[in-house]
């Protein structure tokens, strides 16, 4: 088990440990709402791991580099924005598909600009974000915020 | 309402297990065509399966945790009057508790903007709130470690902050010449 997986489950048994001392009934409630909502990823969680296992098996490195590797530059990073903010993936899925594309040559700018994209756009849920928070005020926040996706990707990419 | 949201949820779901299956069915397929590859689809997909696993419940567990101890009343009491760099920090740090979905965050953004919040802040809150929850963090920091997943943590609440400010002055400009515009009408028909 990695320290990460560690850390994570001692985090939980704390909030569990503390919830407990609370209040017995709002503990309950709490692990049933983690029940459900563990079941209704848990598809999602098999078919993205399904989708590594074959992405790794079949696309060769060399040809997953040559659209988002270092030598596909900004047009690279660009393109994998642009495919994270239009995909409706649960944010939590974005990390493991975005560790596989990098381990098989996809360049660091290229990965951080997908989960960046991936979490900041809703394009799905941009409908509702307009009608509680206006027009102007949704469509700048979703239009801003991939400019600084790409941005935040690329300053990783010199940095990492 | 609610009951609603329960029958698209399960409606959802229902539709995510139909899904796997067709995975499923497409991939023995594939392996068919395949076979000498099955072993290494199967040892790929296992080594994510288990790493994810891993973790998978003890975060569920804290979001669960988080949503029930953490009502939507506590986040417009924090953030309703704060403001300046405190206001920008309190709206990053509560916009990252795992309390749910994107869509739970607009209407309670919406009741912030008229109780008088800076539109500042509601950006930043937001935005924390897609991309910074602390469960995500977690997951990133188990796939991608630590490095990647601290810079792009600073980076993003640096840049969602420059947008917040930014998006504040646009509006409130916008506002301005708004209510200029009503004031000489106004003004013309006295």
């Not at chain 1, 994270?84 to 996809?106: E, N, R, Y």
């Not at chain 2, 499923?24 to 392996?31: E, H, P, Q, S, Y």
């Not at chain 2, 040892?43 to 009502?71: D, K, N």
């Amino acid at each position: 088990m990695s320290s990460t997986a560690i850390v994570i489950n001692v985090l939980a048994g704390g909030c569990l440990v503390f919830a407990l001392s609370k209040d017995r009934a709002k503990t309950k409630q709490s692990l049933k709402i983690a029940a459900r909502s563990f079941f209704r990823i848990l598809p999602t969680v098999l078919i993205i791991i399904i989708l590594i296992g074959l992405l790794l098996t079949f696309v060769p490195p060399s040809e997953i580099s040559r659209f988002v590797g270092e030598q596909s530059g900004f047009v690279g990073v660009l393109l994998v924005g642009l495919l994270g903010a239009v995909l409706h993936i649960p944010a939590l899925l974005s990390f493991p598909l975005a560790a596989s594309i990098l381990k098989s040559g996809a360049s660091v700018a290229a990965t951080a600009a997908f989960i960046t994209t991936l979490t900041m756009i809703g394009t799905v849920t941009l409908p509702l974000e307009i009608k509680e928070l206006g027009k102007k005020m949704a469509l700048l926040r979703n239009g801003l915020s991939f400019v600084i996706a790409i941005a935040i990707a690329l300053i990783i990419g010199v940095i990492l | 309402m609610k009951e609603d949201m329960k029958q698209k949820q399960r409606k959802a779901m229902i539709r995510d297990y139909a899904l796997l299956g067709i995975a499923l069915i497409i991939t023995v397929a594939i392996l068919l065509v395949f076979p000498d590859r099955l072993d290494t689809v199967t040892t790929v997909s296992w080594e994510y399966f288990t790493e994810m696993m891993l973790i998978l419940p003890a975060v569920m567990v804290i979001m669960g945790f988080f949503a029930v101890w953490v009502s939507g009343e506590t986040v417009m009491k924090y953030l309703g009057k704060t403001s300046g760099i405190k206001g920008i920090l309190l709206s990053v740090f509560i916009g990252a508790l795992p309390m749910g979905p994107l869509y739970i965050a607009f209407p309670i953004a919406a009741a912030l903007i008229k109780k008088g919040a800076r539109i500042a802040n509601i950006i930043v809150f937001l935005s924390a709130w897609a991309c910074i929850k602390l469960p995500q963090e977690l997951v990133e920091l188990q796939f991608l470690g630590l490095e990647f997943m601290a810079l792009r943590l600073v980076l993003t609440i640096i840049f969602v902050t420059i947008m917040g400010l930014f998006i504040e002055r646009v509006i409130e400009r916008g506002d301005k010449k708004e209510t200029k515009f009503v004031g000489g009408k106004s003004g013309a028909s006295v």
